[in-house]
């Protein structure tokens, strides 16, 4: 890491609560180390999109996005082939990946990670040819994505967003009936949520335990009536749906998901909304992305 570029997001969560000016600052003099060269700026909008989607060129060696887990996805698919190193330092609302190779959320303890971080390869998955970090879902989670933004215009808090999201979820979610072929192998359920991961999430909680095992699981949330609805509801936001026996997890490298004869879905992939073609076809990039991890982080991952 001697020649860093770093992005950040001025509309994330963590910046809009503070100066971001003062934020572009410390990053800088903090990152600028033993001789390193050190670009920060800050960004909005398509300014920021484009920076991004720009930054796998250049004479840079490293590429630090500070932002949410939509924006690491971008840099993450822009970085295809790059021969650079990416960087996340997490202020965003839900920060999933950074949150599971141990990135700290204080911006003062990021730095200081990032500041020692050491290169791993991970593994990303495709939805329809693109490329995302760590989550897609649809049903339940599309719909848990569209509330949220009604929850956050309504200026509420993270501790109030996500149960009142959760709520309005569940009001809008109905039965899908979905085809769900996993490596070949076909079944059919009566759901009314699907999540594709890369890798396996090994609980308790929404974290993955390995980055590289070259796989996807998807969990298949059943429709079994309305209190079973609102159990499985209440597991998935509160994080212990691994026991409940209404959530059916599969694993494999491809996975194909059709509903019926409908042509498109609302789908939420890495906490970015979209209108997706059906069948959703998933798959896994084994070791597809160079990321920066904490030198403190669990061996999860190939080092480079």
Known sequence: MRHVLVLLNAKAGTLQQRDGEAV??????????????????LLTGEDLLR???ASGRGPHDTVIVGG?????????????NSGK????LPLGTMNLLAHDIGMPTDIGAALDALDTARPMRVDMGTLNGRRFHTIS?????SQMARARETARRWGLGRFFAVPIAAFLALRRTGRIHIDVEVDGQRRHFAAFSALVTVNRFTGP???RGRLDEGLLEVHIVEDRGALAKLKAGADLVT?????NPGIVSLAGRDILISRGERKRSWVSTDGELSRERLPLHYRVVPQALELLVPD??????SIS
């Open 205 to 207: 909680g929404w974290r």
């Open 85 to 88: 190193a990416l960087g996340i």
């Open 296 to 301: 403190a982080a669990p061996q999860r991952g």
């Open 239 to 243: 994080d212990s749906w691994r026991g």
């Open 51 to 53: 920076a991004i989607r």
């Open 137 to 141: 879902g649809f049903g339940f989670f």
């Open 68 to 80: 949410g887990d939509g924006s690491v996805s971008l840099a993450a698919r822009c970085h295809e």
């Open 24 to 41: 572009r600052r410390e990053v800088a003099d903090r990152l600028s180390r033993d001789g390193r060269k050190v670009e920060v700026q």
